[in-house]
C-alpha cells in the first residue's frame, strides 16, 4: 500500500515558542494532565478522561456493525503466556514483571527498615507469575486458541485495557502506562487482510472527522539490539504493519495514533490456533492510542474542550 | 456505630451443591470470567463489563450532588510516594512492585535462551520506580498535598483505577487485579466523618435497591504477620472502618463489597496536608469494589443478566 496523507497533512503545526513551556507543561499547567513524581506515569482529568471515553464509544459505534466479542482483560497476563507469546525476542527493555514480597516477619523487618534509612528494599522482591499487558490482544491469543479451530467465518474480537511499557519520557504521548482499544481479526489471510482494509478507511475517515492531519505509513516499531534491525526491516519490507500519524509532539517526528497490523501466522503458530480447515489461522488487529489520540486532539483544537470545532464535538459528545 | 443488617441479611445463601461446579466453574462456563491459567486473573465477558459499567454510572449519580473533582490514575502509581504512604507496614505481601530489564544485547541472548529452556528469566530484571496502585486513593494524597493548604469547606475527590494485590486465590471475588471506584473526603475530623456518615447510608441504600442482602460490620483487614495483629486491633477497636458485607462464596465469610475508612490524620500528617486553619487535615473514604458488586449480584439474581429482577434492571440501566 502506498503512503497516504490527508490534504491537511503539510499543515504546519502550531509549534511551542522557544523558551516557552512545553506541550507537556501546559497540559500541567491546565490540570488536564497531573503529575506523579515518575516521567510518564500521569493522572488524568475528568476533562482528558471525558474524551477518552468518547473516543471508546466512537470506536464501538463505527465497528458496531461487524459484532464483535467483548473481552475485557486487566491490566496484567499470565507470565506463561506472556513469555510463550514472542514480546521477549523484540522488546525485552519494555517488558514489566510484577513482584512480590514473599518472605516472613525477620523480612518485613528488614523491608521497614530499608524504607526508613531510605535504602533499597525490593532485593526481597520475588517474580510472580503475572506480567503487564505490553498491548491489548496479548492475553486473547491462548483464549481463542483454548476454544479449538475457528469457524469458517472466522472470529473477531473487541478489547481494551491498560498497558505498559518502560520508556520513560518527557513526550506526552509516550507514556509508561496508557490504554489501547483493539478489534482483533482471526481467520484466513483473505478475512484478516479485508479487515486491515477496511479499519485502514475506517480509522482514516474517522481521524479526519476529529479534524485531525494524518499521514498513513509503514511502521517504525523500535525492536531491541542488532538482531532487532533485522525484524524491524523485515515488517518495513513485507508491509506488515502501517500506523496513522499525527504531529503532536513536531512535524518531524509525528505520533502512531492508529496502527494496522497483519501478524501473518505468528500467533497462529505459536498459539495452535488452526483454521476451520485445518491449516493455521492468520489474525491482524487495529488499535487505537485513546491517550494519544486524546492529546492529538488536545494539540490542534486547544485545550479548551468547550471550544473545540462543532463538528468535532459532534463527532464525540454529538 | 452499631452493627446494622438488612431484613434479608439472614437470608440463606443459594449455596452451590456438594460436588457440583464451584461459583467460579459456572462464572467461566457461562463465559463471565475467562480463565488466563493464573489464580484471581481473569479476562471479563461483555455482558460482565456492562454490569461493571452500569454500576459505575450508578454510583456517580448518587454521588453527583457533592460535585467531587474527578481524576484517574492509571494502575500503576510513584515507587517514592507508595514507600512513603506507610502500605507496606501492614500489606507488604500483597504489595506489586514492577520490574524492567536494562541490559544489553547478551543480556537478550540470555532472556531467550532462558525462556526456550523454560529457566527462570526474572533475574535480570531490576526494580522501576513504578509501584502497581494497591487502593485507588493512593495515588491522590501527594497530588492533593501539592495542591497547598484545603480551603475551608476541604475537598472531594473521585477516583477509579485498577488495583493489584498479591493474593492469588480460587475465591472469584478475591481477584489479584480488580477495579475499585472511590469517594475520598479531605477537610477537619467533623467534615470527613459526615461524608463517611452519608455514604454509609447512600451505599446500604444502593445495595438494598440492588436487592442484595447486606450486613455492616467493623472491617477485618488482613495485616501482616504479628506486629499486624495490633493494627488490626486499633482499627477495629477505634471503628475506623466498617465494611458492606453480602454473602457471596458463603454465608460464613461474606464478601467486603463496599468500605468506608475514616483514616484520621494518617494520610493528612503522612503528606503533610493541612486544613485552612493549618492543622493536620484528616480523610475518609469510601470505597465500591466493581468486580465483587458485580459478582454479588450475579450471585444473587443468576448469571443470565436478562432474567434479573426488573427493579435490579431499572436500578442499574433503568
Redesign the interface.
Known amino acids: 500500500m502506498d503512503s497516504i496523507s490527508s490534504p491537511q497533512a503539510e499543515m504546519l503545526l502550531d509549534e511551542e515558542p522557544q523558551g516557552g513551556p512545553t506541550f507537556l507543561d501546559r497540559l500541567f499547567d491546565h490540570g488536564l494532565l ?5 516521567d510518564g ?6 476533562a ?2 471525558s474524551v477518552v471515553e468518547a473516543l471508546d464509544r466512537l470506536i464501538s459505534r463505527l465497528g458496531a456493525a461487524d459484532g464483535a ?13 506472556f ?1 510463550r507469546s514472542g514480546y ?2 523484540g522488546f ?11 518472605g ?2 525477620a523480612g ?1 523487618a528488614e ?2 527498615a530499608c ?1 526508613e534509612e531510605g535504602r ?3 532485593d526481597q ?1 520475588e ?4 506480567v ?1 499487558t505490553p498491548a491489548a490482544c496479548y ?1 486473547l491469543y ?2 481463542a486458541a ?1 476454544r479449538g479451530a475457528l469457524p469458517a467465518e472466522g472470529r473477531l474480537f ?1 478489547l481494551q485495557s ?1 498497558c ?1 511499557r ?1 520508556e520513560p519520557s518527557l513526550e506526552p504521548t509516550r ?4 490504554r489501547m482499544r483493539e478489534y482483533v481479526r482471526m481467520g484466513s489471510p483473505e478475512q484478516v487482510l479485508a479487515f486491515r482494509e477496511s479499519w485502514l478507511e475506517r480509522g482514516t475517515a474517522m481521524m479526519r472527522d476529529l479534524g485531525l492531519p494524518l499521514a498513513i505509513d509503514v511502521a517504525n516499531d523500535p525492536f ?4 532487532g534491525r533485522m525484524l524491524a526491516n523485515n515488517q518495513r519490507a513485507q508491509g506488515l504493519k502501517f500506523e496513522l500519524n499525527v504531529p503532536v509532539n513536531s512535524v518531524e517526528k509525528p505520533t502512531a495514533c492508529l496502527s494496522f497490523n497483519y501478524h501473518q501466522d505468528h500467533f497462529g503458530s505459536t498459539w495452535e490456533l488452526r483454521q476451520a480447515d485445518g491449516s493455521v489461522a492468520h489474525t491482524a488487529c487495529v488499535g487505537f492510542g485513546l491517550e494519544r489520540i486524546t492529546l492529538a486532539l488536545l494539540k490542534h483544537h486547544g485545550l479548551d474542550l468547550a471550544a473545540w470545532p462543532e463538528a468535532v464535538r459532534d463527532a464525540l459528545w454529538g
Chains 1, 2 share one sequence.
Open positions: 497531573i503529575r506523579t513524581g515518575v506515569l500521569y493522572g488524568r482529568s475528568g482528558f478522561e466479542e467483548v473481552m475485557r482483560f486487566p491490566p496484567g497476563m499470565s507470565r506463561p503466556a513469555e521477549l525476542k525485552p527493555n519494555l517488558a514489566g514483571t510484577i513482584h512480590s514480597f514473599c516472613d516477619g518485613h523491608i521497614l524504607v533499597d528494599w525490593t522482591q517474580a510472580t507469575d503475572v503487564l492475553p491462548p483464549v483454548a473487541d491498560y505498559f518502560r507514556m509508561q502506562l496508557f531491541f539490539g542488532r538482531a
